[in-house]
């Protein structure tokens, strides 16, 4: 996707949906905090691009712009090579560990 259609885009993901009583900027900023716990695990890193999409990038430098959460999925997988299984037990021990 070109930079503009990402800055034109709107996020459709259903996550976006849910209100938690926040300004929708800080539920924004709260869904990349969340996403970022699980994508720490793959080496990988999420944030904001303008307020409309997302910034994917990888350890290597690679970068791609994202429109929607949905997406952010499919292209993690692609850049770290392999599935991203949220019941991973390697994940969910990593991610248990980092809330105590």
């Not at 994508?39 to 290597?60: E, H, K, N, V, W």
Request: charged share 25%.
């Amino acid at each position: 996707m070109c930079a503009l259609c990402g800055l034109l885009g709107s996020e459709s993901h259903w996550a976006a949906s849910i209100k938690g009583g926040l300004p929708a900027r800080q539920e924004r900023l709260q869904r990349i905090l969340q996403a970022n716990r699980v994508l720490a695990f793959y080496r990988l890193r999420l944030d904001d691009f303008q307020g409309t999409s997302y910034l994917l990038t990888s350890p290597t430098g690679r970068a791609e712009i994202v429109s929607d959460l949905g997406q952010v999925w499919r292209v993690a997988e692609q850049m770290a090579g392999r599935p991203l299984d949220p019941l991973d037990p390697k994940l969910l021990a990593a991610l248990e560990g980092r809330k105590r």
